[in-house]
């Protein structure tokens, strides 16, 4: 190790004794030795050890020693210096042997900020960053990571689309940039490449760093178009410490959507109430439950640092027979080999399992036959079970679908997910000024889903069916980071390369069974008369350079600048390069207007960005199985058929992005704020392009069209009060995002799909991207109310519509489902031994299609009777309202178009910490309520739930079934020894 000391003179760790200037062999000099340690005890090595005055000096060895052996007589000071640590001027004590203890220096540690490859002060960005210290939601019980950055990062929009046990979580950054891509975020886990957050202990987390604009990303060229979230997991320093957190919990619904009671329905309908009937809703949620602990042990010790750590979460839905389980152990190891080389070592496993992790769905789908919609719109009038303790498996309608509860509790969708995300990086400090970091990382992720529905005689569903897959994706990652550093006068300089290799292989193997002729379960597959079965295999890679140069003089001038080409094999040859640059740059002021603001510093960046948003072999003619042929007469089972168009020319979808911000503190450091303004234009998006009937018809993949993405971000960060016993911080920030598609294929100006697959009594497709309007807009009819008696162009009480002067139903634009404004105000407050926690949230500007409302709010929806309480009001001949008892056959119309807008007090915690004893470190008891309350028109369950889930780019908040995010009451204990 070596160091670059104050005033421009080297020392060496390789031995205490490296004295660097020798004092003039004419005069006297005098001697100083010593060991220099940190609070726990431990030794620090590569302290910078300067005689004051003088370029005299050297650095601590591995075991924290150094030695002075011509120190001028007249010196009387030794500097001590360390990078995390407080600068301390002590006596110079000739002749005896010193023992200096080095305090951490809080504020130079929270200054350093993660940017791919590498770190940098905070004070030193050119980009956009937001950051999230572990200590931010660390008096918080959050199980996933991405709860633990909702509401804390502007322009970041984190959307727990469902609240099933499991499920995965929509991030979008600065809104979505991609129609057929996925718009997730690249993660980043320690240096690994694409890890899955899903997967991670949040109390390993010790930071996320989230880069927004394109000066910030470029660094990661093709996979950077929708930022990147760097996450650091924690590491072992001072004193072993052992830790303990465990906390239970119980979950509700909420809210409960208004349905007929039994008596009412049976009125209604003139239908008998059996034994009173049934709530079937009451029937289908239940109270939720989670225990969670987490136990860890972290320290350094004779050199070597590790934080090793197990976890163990497990948790119900409030779903019938949902739950979902993870087992996680990680641990990170650092060492100093000698004083040149480095080795850190990171290795994480996880084993996670799933139960009936279903979003949505009706009726129609083997997978959702036992989902929400189902539920709502069952018949009421039955009990649930018969005399004999049986389920009543029949609708008295003669509809001959199957209880919906029955069939949930009768069958199994069930996933088994392991991961394992590790990587070594061995460090080399060239010379003083130039390192090498070699990192080898590998993600490897295996998935095996297993599903039986049984289906019980006597329905019009077919016999059951059995289907399984397993799947492994694997990721190989080598990354080598050449590092120069140094700083010369009032100049400093950091120059940073990359040649990095990825390397992707998927493997899938998937069989199924139907037709079962008697009951059986998924292991007796060979029962069933129509089995089928696939297999699958991709490989890809990405072989990338990277160069990063950043200057800042006086830390006034900062300059910072990226180009990085990545070769990916998804593409032709001649279109597999990318080029991807950046260029940002930003002044500070001090004492702006005196000392009312001390620090302003105005920030300016531009960059571009990657997607390569297609399959392995999307450049390439693909064939698939096809149905039976008939050869000479005689039939064949299988055949060969074209499967996907190839286009040779596919190249990158590319996002070319603008930002300029400012970040200021004012009023003696009470108040910090930052504001950026961001112009972004997503252009070659790889779109599916319809093929002409003539030519076959199908889609192609083509580098067509454009979307923008423009807005506003603010964050400010206040510390209200900061007294001795009492403290009050507040973190508020706000967004605003306009998205917009600009352009489709040349000769297509919109283009319209369903998203959530065949809606019952959709007039066509209900969703619509069209040019010169947001993404995701909602596409139908205009609902008038209903026909009233004397109305002479419809049956009176039928449903009504806005009409051409054909009288053909005019369908156009009914609902906007791209959220425009987002804010939350995060609080921590201390009193004494006493903190409180809250999240406040709020999401503005967008509309919610409520399938579910219109499945049961209709004649010849799933039970072929509309079950919704609406129907109460129905229109009669003397009470002619607006609810039509008939006819209302189109479910994609602005009576189903609902106002999503929310505010959501997401987290409450209070907490209570004891004071250190000869048992305990730390000791803290809390409770939290997350999802207290939730403001909204909506009159869904949840207006944040959608079934679209996380991973639809062009489309959002579409309610067909969700399963709602729960009320949880926590109770946990934080214990430290």
């Known amino acids: 190790m070596s160091l670059s000391l104050a005033g421009g003179i080297d020392a060496s760790a390789r031995a205490p004794e490296s004295i660097i200037t020798t004092a003039p062999s004419n005069k006297l000099v005098k001697a100083a030795s010593g060991t220099v340690v940190d609070e726990t005890g431990e030794p620090l090595v590569g302290v910078a050890v300067l005689v004051k005055g003088t370029s005299i000096g050297v650095v601590t060895d591995l075991d924290g020693k150094f030695s002075i052996t011509n120190a001028p007589e007249e010196a009387s000071t030794l500097i001590f210096s360390f990078i995390g640590m407080k600068t301390q001027e002590l006596a110079f004590q000739a002749g005896q042997e010193m023992k200096v203890v080095m305090q951490e220096d809080i504020f130079s540690i929270e200054e350093q900020v993660v940017i791919g490859y590498g770190t940098t002060r905070k004070s030193d960005l050119t980009g956009a960053v937001s950051s999230v210290s572990s200590k931010d939601f660390e008096k918080q019980p959050v199980t996933r990571v991405e709860d633990a950055l909702q509401g804390r990062a502007a322009g970041v929009q984190v959307i727990k689309s469902s609240g099933v046990p499991g499920a995965d979580v929509q991030i979008r950054i600065r809104g979505a940039n991609s129609i057929n891509g996925s718009n997730q975020p690249l993660v980043v886990i320690d240096g690994v490449i694409g890890a899955d957050m899903r997967s991670i202990n949040t109390n390993d987390v010790e930071s996320m760093e989230v880069l927004k604009d394109a000066s910030a990303t470029a660094i990661y060229g093709s996979r950077g178009a929708n930022g990147v979230i760097l996450v650091t997991t924690k590491r072992g320093s001072g004193k072993t410490n052992v830790s303990l957190s465990a906390f239970t919990s119980v979950s509700t619904v909420s809210n409960k959507i208004d349905v007929l009671s039994p008596q009412e329905f049976g009125t209604i309908f003139d239908l008998p109430v059996i034994d009173g009937g049934t709530d079937y809703q009451e029937e289908y949620f239940q109270n939720g439950y989670a225990n969670n602990v987490q136990l860890s042990i972290s320290g350094k010790n004779d050199g070597v640092g590790y934080f090793i750590s197990g976890n163990i979460l497990d948790q119900s839905g409030v779903a019938l027979n949902s739950d979902y389980k993870r087992y996680s152990l990680r641990a990170n190891i650092d060492t100093e080999l000698n004083d040149k080389l480095s080795l850190q070592l990171n290795m994480y496993g996880s084993s996670e399992s799933t139960l009936n992790l279903v979003n949505g769905g009706s009726s129609s789908s083997p997978d959702e036959r036992a989902g929400i919609v189902a539920v709502l719109g069952w018949d009421p009038t039955l009990p649930l079970r018969d005399e004999n303790g049986n389920y009543n498996l029949l609708s008295s309608n003669g509809s001959g679908l199957i209880n919906p509860i029955a069939e949930r509790m009768e069958s199994d969708l069930n996933a088994s997910i392991g991961n394992i995300n590790s990587n070594i990086n061995l460090g080399y400090q060239i010379t003083e ?465 609902e106002k999503g807008d929310f505010v959501r007090l997401s987290n409450l915690a209070l907490g209570y910490t004891l004071g250190e004893n000869n048992l305990f470190s730390n000791f803290r008891i809390y409770a939290s309520v997350q999802n207290l309350f939730t403001l909204t028109s909506y009159e869904g369950y949840d207006p944040e739930a959608s079934s679209l889930g996380a991973g639809n780019g062009a489309a959002s908040f579409i309610d067909y079934g969700a399963n709602p995010n729960s009320r949880t009451y926590t109770f946990g204990v934080n214990i430290g020894f």
Request: without cysteine; aromatic residues 12%.
């Open 433 to 897: 000024h130039l390192k090498l970091s070699v990192i080898g990382g590998l993600i490897h992720r295996t998935q095996l889903i297993e599903s039986y529905r049984g289906v019980p005689a006597g329905t019009v569903l077919s016999a059951p069916t059995a289907s399984g897959s397993t799947s492994q994706a694997t990721t190989l990652q080598n990354s080598n980071v050449l590092t120069w550093d140094k700083s010369f006068d009032k100049h400093n300089v950091k120059v940073t390369g990359l040649f990095e290799i990825q390397q992707f292989i998927n493997k899938g193997f998937s069989a199924g069974s139907g037709q079962y002729t008697i009951p059986a379960n998924f292991y007796s597959m060979d029962l069933g008369i129509t089995p089928s079965v696939n297999a699958s295999l991709a490989k890809s890679q990405i072989v990338s350079y990277m160069g990063r140069g950043e200057y800042n003089f006086d830390r006034k001038l900062f300059l910072t600048a990226t180009l990085r080409t990545d070769r990916s094999s998804r593409f032709r040859p001649e279109n597999q390069v990318g080029v991807f640059p950046s260029a940002s740059a930003a002044y500070q002021f001090d004492n702006v207007l005196g000392e009312a603001i001390e620090t302003l510093k105005l920030r300016a960046g531009y960059g571009e960005t990657g997607n390569q948003a297609i399959s392995p072999y999307s450049t390439y003619n693909t064939f698939q199985t096809g149905q039976d042929y008939p050869i000479n007469g005689t039939t064949e089972s299988r055949g060969l058929i074209l499967g996907d168009i190839a286009n040779p020319d596919l190249t990158w979808e590319t996002t070319k992005q603008t930002n300029i911000g400012a970040d200021i503190t004012f009023l003696y450091g009470k108040f910090n704020m930052s504001i950026n303004k961001y112009w972004k234009n997503t252009v070659d998006l790889l779109l599916n392009v319809p093929l002409p009937y003539y030519a076959g018809g199908g889609t192609v993949t083509r580098n067509v069209g454009e979307v923008f993405n423009g807005g506003w971000e603010l964050n400010l960060q206040t510390h209200i009060l900061n007294r001795k016993d009492f403290q009050w911080d507040v973190n508020v920030n706000y967004f605003y995002n306009n998205n917009e598609v600009k352009s489709l294929s040349d000769d297509q100006e919109e283009i319209l799909f369903s998203p959530v697959g065949n809606v019952a009594n959709t007039s066509g497709a209900y969703v619509l991207l069209r040019e010169g309007m947001p993404m995701g807009q909602f596409y139908g009819a205009t609902f008038l109310g209903t026909y009233k008696s004397g109305d002479t162009d419809g049956t009176p009480g039928s449903a009504k519509y806005l009409k051409d002067e054909e009288g053909n139903v005019v369908m156009g634009v009914i609902g906007n489902g791209s959220p425009r404004h987002n804010w939350a105000i995060n609080n921590t407050m201390n009193y004494g031994k006493f903190d409180l926690n809250f999240l406040i949230r709020g999401v503005h500007g967008f509309d919610v299609m409520n399938f579910t409302r219109a499945s049961i709010s209709m004649s010849g929806g799933v039970q072929s009777l509309p079950t919704y309480g609406e129907y109460r009001n129905r229109w009669t001949a003397e009470n002619q309202t607006d609810v039509p008892v008939s006819g209302d056959l189109i479910v994609n119309s602005t009576r189903f178009i």
